[in-house]
Nanobody
Framework: QVQLVESGGGLVQAGGSLRLSCAAS????????MGWFRQAPGKEREAVAG????????DYADSVKGRFTISRDFAKNTVALQMNSLKPEDTAVYYC?????????????????WGQGTQVTVSS
């Protein structure tokens, strides 16, 4: 399994930006698709963004398209989520996840390794 540790969460005003990072260790990282998910209080966990094994393809939830960008750094074994133009409805715990497959996916069932999550709070 891949071990994942998220960082970079915090409190930000609406319209602001945050950059989340996910450090991966353990089983081969470079062959896995990666994703970011989030769970707001009282709601189910939802997909935010995904990136394939080679970083050549990305996919985003409609709610974050044009505002969030997922990327990965193979030298550092990290995956990042740049979040711009944040809205109060982006408030949630954000999770990094590793898929067993190489292709980009936003299907939670495709992800077998999860981080502990990092809190993002956007104030209005």
């Amino acid at each position: 399994q891949v071990q994942l540790v998220e960082s970079g969460g915090g409190l930000v005003q609406a319209g602001g930006s945050l950059r989340l990072s996910c450090a991966a260790s353990g089983r081969t990282f470079s062959s896995n698709a990666m994703g970011w998910f989030r769970q707001a209080p009282g709601k189910e966990r939802e997909a935010v963004a995904g990136i394939n094994w080679s970083a050549s393809y990305t996919d985003y939830a409609d709610s974050v398209k044009g505002r969030f960008t997922i990327s990965r750094d193979f030298a550092k074994n990290t995956v990042a989520l740049q979040m711009n133009s944040l809205k109060p409805e982006d408030t949630a715990v954000y999770y990094c996840a590793a898929s067993a497959q190489a292709g980009v996916t936003l299907n939670q069932a495709d992800f077998g390794s999860w981080g502990q999550g990092t809190q993002v709070t956007v104030s209005s």
